[in-house]
Structures are given as structure tokens and as C-alpha cells.
């Protein structure tokens, strides 16, 4: 069996098969994905039917797991999984798989969020490299996951823009993106992940030198710029780098699992008819290794900024 990747459209997003990740990876098999990963950003795997351990044994081939925040947040009777590593992206009721959430669930008020352009975990110091997404139940209609070309984006930027992006340094915080949707509904005791945390809005990969753009729904400010006109600046370059030439739409199929680089890709939900039909994803995610240095010096930045 020899692993082959069909790019779906302009170097962006490929299709993986002639590979088993069920089992477990050569070494020469993890190098090719993480090449296919450089390259085209976001990776899909048609038919792989994944047990939760093997999905998780699948992502520790590339790097340390993160801890889901809502997990955390959710008090250990309210978890799905025990393990948490392995985050809840399904619409069924607190601990109970018969039921799916009701219209006000607070869960479900949270999670709309996903709607909104984001990478995952910006909203920390250090946010996640590689997220993975494993379909279990699909609905029959909507629920793709878009994805959005950072590195496509930034290239678009006229030579004015780019030098007006490459010093600046955003704000995250996960109250943005809540905000944004009308939550605020946070239990008590995470006042420390709620802070917002600097991160630099260029980003340079590591291997191939390419600059991508690191915008995220979990953005509130610019270091330095007035509120409101960092939100104007930040809408304005949000447009451009979702325009429809930059994003894939994927389609979920059962056994589908679908891993971006939250470094050079935005994604969000779209809509589906959540309260009739089940939607099962699992998902994990590993530490975007490289951010660390970038939020040093983000925070060195923001610092000389004050
Ligand atoms: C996520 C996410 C999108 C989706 O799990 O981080 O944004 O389509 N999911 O469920
Ligand atoms: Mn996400």
C-alpha cells in the first residue's frame, strides 16, 4: 500500500489514501504525512474507522496532546469522556447519548461559537499546531466544516499591507469570540484562562519560510490601537482572507478524519439541523509547537508597545 495525497484545489487541502492510521505508523509513514501537512495545510482521510484510543495514539505521533478548555470547564459528572484529551464535538444531551441538547443548553450556546473563523486555541499562550476531527454520525444535510487558507491569504496582501501586518501583535482571549455570539455564561474558578494572551499576526513556517496570517474570532484588540479601530482593521482583514478563493468546504462522510495546521489555516462550523439530527465528531489536538517562541515574542513586542 503506497500513501498518495490528491491536493482538491490550488495546493490546499489534500486527500489521503493508500495509508491504514487505524494501526500503528512507520516512521517513514508519520514524516510523509507531516510533509503532506506543510504542504497543503489541511489533510483528509476517508474511511477510517477510529476507536477512541486509536485516535489519540494517531495524534501522539505528532506531538503532545492538549487538554480540552471545555472539558475542563465542564464539571467531570458533565463529561462525555473521561479522558481529556479527547474533546466532545457531537450535539447530545449532558451524559446522555439518547437525548440531543435543547435549544437554550449552555453547551450548545457555547459551541455555536464554532461558527464564527477561528483557530483553535489561540486563546492561549501557546496555541494548538495540528487539531484532528474524527466523523462518527453525520447529519444528512449541512454541517461542513470550512477552511480557510492563511498562507494564500497573507500572499494576496498588497506589499503596503504586508508591512503594516508584520509588527502587529493581537489580543486573544476566549471572552472575544463568546462575546461576539452573546455568551458569557462561564463557571466560576477560570478567571486565568479567560485573559487575554498576545500572539503575533504574521507567522513564518518554520520549514517552508511561507508567512501566513494568525487571525482568529478569539482576537479583541491590536497592542497599541484604539479598540475600535483594531476591530474595524481586524473585520476588513478577516473578509479578505475568507473570500471564497481561499476556502475548502469539507463534506463529512462517517470515518472521515480531517487534521489542519491551526497555524496556517482558519476554520468554523456551518449549519446544521442540530436539534433533530446527531452530528458525532471527536476531536484532538496537539500544541502548536513554534507558537511558544512566537508568543515570546509577541509578549517582548507588546511590552516595548506599553
Ligand atoms: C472544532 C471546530 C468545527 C465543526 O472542533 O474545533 O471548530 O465543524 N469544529 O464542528
Ligand atoms: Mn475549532
Not at 501537512?37 to 495524534?59: E, K, R
Not at 440531543?100 to 453547551?107: G, I
Not at 439541523?273 to 515570546?296: F, I, N
Request: aromatic share 8%; net charge neutral; hydrophobic share 40%.
Amino acid at each position: 500500500m503506497t500513501m498518495v495525497i490528491r491536493a482538491v484545489q490550488n495546493g490546499f487541502a489534500g486527500v489521503v489514501t493508500g495509508i491504514d492510521i487505524c494501526a500503528p505508523l512507520a516512521p517513514n509513514q508519520i514524516a510523509a504525512i507531516e510533509r503532506g501537512m506543510d504542504d497543503y495545510a489541511v489533510l483528509t482521510f476517508p474511511d477510517q474507522p477510529l476507536t477512541d484510543p486509536q485516535q489519540v495514539a494517531f495524534t501522539a505521533n505528532f506531538g503532545q496532546l492538549e487538554i480540552t478548555l471545555a472539558g475542563q470547564m465542564a464539571k467531570p459528572e458533565e463529561r462525555r469522556f473521561q479522558q481529556l484529551e479527547l474533546g466532545d464535538i457531537s450535539n447530545y444531551a449532558k451524559g446522555d447519548t439518547t437525548r440531543l441538547r435543547e435549544r437554550a443548553d449552555r453547551a450548545r450556546m457555547y459551541a455555536l461559537a464554532n461558527r464564527l473563523w477561528h483557530s483553535d486555541a489561540s486563546f492561549r499562550a501557546v496555541g494548538a499546531g495540528y487539531t484532528l476531527l474524527h466523523a462518527r454520525i453525520v447529519p444528512s444535510k449541512g454541517a461542513d466544516t470550512q477552511f480557510a487558507d492563511m498562507r494564500a491569504a497573507y500572499d494576496a496582501l498588497s506589499a503596503k499591507e504586508k508591512a503594516e501586518v508584520e509588527t502587529l501583535v493581537c489580543e486573544h482571549s476566549i471572552v472575544f469570540s463568546r462575546q461576539e455570539i452573546g455568551f458569557a455564561d462561564y463557571n466560576p474558578g477560570f478567571e486565568e484562562h479567560l485573559k487575554p494572551v498576545p500572539h503575533k499576526l504574521v507567522l513564518t513556517h518554520p520549514k517552508s519560510g511561507r508567512k501566513s496570517l494568525y487571525l482568529s474570532s478569539h482576537i479583541g484588540g491590536i497592542v497599541g490601537w484604539p479598540v475600535p479601530e483594531a476591530r474595524a482593521f481586524l473585520r476588513d482583514l478577516t473578509e479578505h482572507a475568507t473570500q471564497p478563493q481561499f476556502v475548502y468546504a469539507h463534506k463529512w462522510k462517517v470515518g472521515d478524519m480531517v487534521m489542519w495546521d491551526n497555524r496556517m489555516v482558519m476554520h468554523r462550523a456551518t449549519r446544521f439541523d442540530d436539534l433533530k439530527e446527531v452530528r458525532d465528531l471527536r476531536r484532538t489536538s496537539l500544541k502548536g509547537v513554534g507558537l511558544e517562541v512566537k508568543a515570546q515574542q509577541a509578549t517582548a513586542l507588546a511590552e516595548a508597545a506599553a
